[in-house]
């Protein structure tokens, strides 16, 4: 169900622009509009899940498809056996802004670790 105050669940129905890079029965992808990687994509789930919180059994086919899109889009941006980070914050503390589940999808630069 979309949520009509949802960011992702207005750029989903398409009533916000957005770069689409990659679209499935369940997940769609699209860049962030402020890039921390020369690749960073947001990818999340057609079906409206708040926070990690939130996320139930029966959404475990949902969220796995996050990170086959994940791999997928690494593959076609060309960062696959080089590397690159899929994470998702939880509320407010991870740094959470928009709370409609996403990966982070960063890669074409070394990424340190631990982040801050
Ligand atoms: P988070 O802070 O983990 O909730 O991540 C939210 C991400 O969404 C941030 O990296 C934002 O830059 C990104 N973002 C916010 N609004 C948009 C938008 N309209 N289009 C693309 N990315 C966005
Ligand atoms: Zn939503």
């Known amino acids: 169900m979309a ?18 890079v990659y679209e499935s029965d ?8 402020n890039p921390q990687a020369p690749t960073h994509v947001v990818i999340i789930p057609r079906k409206h899940i708040a926070t990690i ?4 059994s029966v959404d475990h086919e949902i969220v796995g498809s996050l990170y086959t899109a994940a791999n997928t889009i690494a593959r076609d941006e060309g960062f696959s056996d080089e590397g690159y980070r899929a994470v998702m914050n939880c509320n407010k503390a991870a740094g959470q802004t928009v709370f409609h589940i996403h990966l982070h999808l960063l890669g074409g630069r070394v990424l340190s670790w631990p982040p801050g």
């Open 26 to 33: 369940t997940a769609i992808a699209f860049r962030d509009i």
């Open 53 to 56: 919180n939130d996320i139930d």
């Open 3 to 20: 949520d009509r105050d949802c960011l992702f669940c207005k750029i989903l129905e398409g009533d916000v622009p957005a770069d689409i």
